[in-house]
């Protein structure tokens, strides 16, 4: 019998993997994938996230992994124009990193904690007893008193207790790629707003850059061969897809079951925010589950998106509609401090 399981071994399953291991309990985590493994992200490290990768004591070797260190933000409009706002230099860096490399670390973290981790393990079925949760996978059966699910946007463990949301009609899909990073990209990442819905792409140290595109079903033919095109990619590129991009929330906490990360709330990408939510999503959950204060947990969770929800609409809303996107780049060209104002809201650092 476990104490706790957490099922999925990205940033918010492995967080919460460390700090309840860290403090003697013991941990069992299923991972469908073997890491390093990379996924359909943007690959940037909002700075948002230090305080708790300080905590965890994995800084040094995030900083210690081939990155690069992000200098600004370029956002580009349907016309073509465009605007660079530099992110801030004091305090911490945001960075470009593979999610190959900082979920590998973050992974090894809670293994070297305590954890007890299974990869290639996918869960299949979860049956809730009066005491405890039996959970079978295809690597076998385990019990837990404490459930956490850590799996992702399409969440194994909401859709097996039926809390998983359907699809919205005309949902979006994300496509992602590494290849060599263009000469002219230097240290920003750049964000192009699109007829047929956006294009992220970053450095992400090697020589490589991350590029990602967002649209409608019906425009990823497009929206993929002019990114082919522009970037000079070959036709037998690999590109991960994902989707869905937006999600109704879910309560974090209930009784003996948590939600961390995308499982509990998606955010839009676009704000590279994501990664910074699970990590610190993890630690609130690992802290709250320890005391056995899911009260706690869903006032921590609120609050941590809190205040910010409003700038990860607006960038929902400018994504939908270029054309509201291009008008920030025009606004951003005329009155810079309107557009930097913004980007620092989403990347800015807290107070250590
Ligand atoms: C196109 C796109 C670009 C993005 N760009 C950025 C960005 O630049 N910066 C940023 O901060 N965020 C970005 N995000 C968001 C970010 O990728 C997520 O918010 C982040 O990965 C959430 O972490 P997580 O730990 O909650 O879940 P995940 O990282 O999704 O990890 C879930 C894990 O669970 C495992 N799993 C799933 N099902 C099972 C199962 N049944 N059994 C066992 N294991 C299972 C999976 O293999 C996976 O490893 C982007 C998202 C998209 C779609």
């Known amino acids: 019998m476990f104490d706790v399981a957490i099922i999925g071994g990205g940033p918010g399953g492995a967080t919460c993997a460390a700090v309840c291991a860290a403090s003697g309990s013991r941990v069992l985590l299923l991972e469908r994938g073997r890491f390093p493994r990379e996924k359909a992200c943007g690959d940037c490290l909002n700075p948002l996230a230090w305080r708790v990768l300080d905590k965890l004591g994995v800084s040094e070797a995030i900083l210690f992994s081939q990155h690069t260190k992000l200098e600004g933000v370029r956002f580009v409009g349907l016309d073509g124009g465009s605007v660079r706002v530099p992110l801030p230099k004091s305090g911490r860096p945001e960075l470009g990193i593979t999610r190959g490399r900082l979920d590998a670390i973050l992974l090894q973290n809670a293994r070297d904690k305590g954890a007890e981790i299974h990869e290639e393990t996918t869960l299949t079925s979860i049956t809730r007893h009066a005491s405890h949760w039996q959970l079978d996978s295809d690597g076998g059966s385990f019990s837990t ?208």
């Not at 707003?193 to 450095?203: K, Q």
């Not at 002019?226 to 070959?234: E, F, G, I, V």
């Not at 509990?264 to 993890?282: D, H, Q």
Request: charged content about 20%.
């Open 145 to 352: 008193r404490e459930l956490v699910a850590a799996d992702g946007r399409n969440s194994t463990v909401a859709r097996l207790l039926g809390l998983l949301p359907s699809l919205l009609p005309g949902e979006r899909i994300g496509l992602q790629t590494h290849f060599s990073a263009p000469k002219e990209l230097e240290a920003d990442i750049e964000l192009h707003f699109l007829r047929e819905g956006y294009a992220g792409l970053a450095p992400v140290g090697g020589g490589e850059a991350n590029l990602c595109l967002v649209s409608r079903a019906k425009d990823l033919k497009s929206i993929k061969a002019s990114a082919m095109q522009k970037y000079n990619l070959p036709e037998n590129q690999s590109w991960r897809s994902i989707t869905p991009l937006s999600r109704a929330p879910l309560l974090a906490a209930q009784e003996s079951l948590w939600l961390v990360g995308d499982a509990a709330r998606v955010v839009e990408p676009f704000t590279g925010e994501g990664i910074a939510y699970a990590i610190r999503s993890g630690a609130l959950c690992a802290e709250a589950l320890l005391a056995r204060r899911p009260d706690r947990y869903l006032l921590a969770h609120n609050a941590l998106y809190k205040g910010r929800l409003w700038v990860n609409q607006l960038a929902r809303a400018a994504c939908l509609f270029p054309a509201l996107g291009t008008a920030f780049v025009r606004l951003g060209q005329l009155f810079p401090p309107a557009l930097g104002l913004l980007t620092r809201k989403v990347v800015g650092n807290e107070p250590q």
